[in-house]
């Protein structure tokens, strides 16, 4: 029953990309959420230069962990998720855009700057990511909604912090590189609330919005997807994944967390299964019925058959 379920949220996000991305020449979108253009779109490079790439990069990345945990909380929260597939377009397109510069080099010429999985340039597909991560908080703010006027302004606002995910980022790869180590266990959860967990408490404004949640339930329960997002990456690390996490029948590329020297990896389990319970405990702040939707969410993942997926 609850495989029906995940697949069906699944192929409801898989349709809403399909339908808030143009697949062939339509000026109406790129007026709508771009801008209407003076001299015209050279649509064909757009095609071959970003849509085309984003849209093989989005059948590749299907787990769709963020919209999952989006829809089981408006759905425990008295909504419909099906009602809000466009919202969860948006919020797994922030996903897409986090992982596209992981595993890409800065070559010292277009020879040596590629990759096995991306087949346009790197200085155009620095382009793509960056573009994507633009268009998702267009994409609510423009698009009709069924949001009031108060959740959809709130909801854009959480969108818009777009500046969060990059600093964490190159502060992960500064500190790898460095060889830099963790004062304590506490920085190193800090640093990984800001890295990894962002789009998990994204997932959980999305649903706060349509539930319309009061400030303090919305802010608890934000926080509450930050340490599950964080527990989750601990489980995982445990097992010897610091990329992949791993949820029914499908594995869903991560952040890759380079920045691990100065953690007893043998108390990675540990910090997983108190940060798993600080995340129920603020869910319950919600109410009962994010707390079990976090409890299912939770359940979904299977850290024994999972392996590292590339890109």
Known sequence: ??????????????????????????????EKL?????????????????????????ERHSAHLRPILASLLIDALGQSSARHANLLA??????????????LRNGRDLSEATSTFVTVPLPTWVTIAYNVRQLSPVMIARQSSELSATSHSWLVNRFSRLFQPGLS??????????????????????????????????????????????????????????ELGVALRLSAMAQGSSRSLCARHAVSVEQLIRW????????????????????LSMAHVAGPAATDAFRIFSSIFEYQACEEKQP
């Not at 948006?90 to 595993?103: G, K, N």
């Not at 992960?172 to 004062?183: A, I, K, P, V």
């Not at 920085?187 to 990984?192: A, C, G, P």
Request: charged share 30%.
């Open 1 to 30: 029953m609850l495989d029906t379920r995940i697949e069906n949220i699944r192929k409801q996000v898989s349709q809403a990309l399909m339908r808030n991305l143009p697949v062939e020449r339509d000026d109406a979108w790129i």
């Open 34 to 58: 771009v801008d209407r253009p003076r001299f015209g779109w050279d649509w064909e490079a757009l095609e071959k230069g970003f849509f085309q790439p984003l849209q093989k990069w989005s």
């Open 90 to 103: 948006a919020l797994e397109l922030q996903y897409l855009s986090s992982i596209m510069l992981d595993d």
């Open 169 to 226: 980022s190159a502060l992960d790869l500064w500190g790898c590189e460095q060889e830099s180590e963790h004062s304590s266990e506490a920085e190193f959860l800090e640093h990984l609330r800001l890295y990894v967990g962002g789009l998990f408490g994204l997932a959980c404004d999305v649903a706060s919005a349509v539930a319309e949640r009061d400030e303090r339930a919305a802010n608890s329960l934000r926080t509450a997807g930050i």
């Open 260 to 279: 691990q020297r100065g953690v007893d990896p043998a108390r990675l389990l540990s910090l997983a299964q108190q940060t798993m319970d600080r995340a």
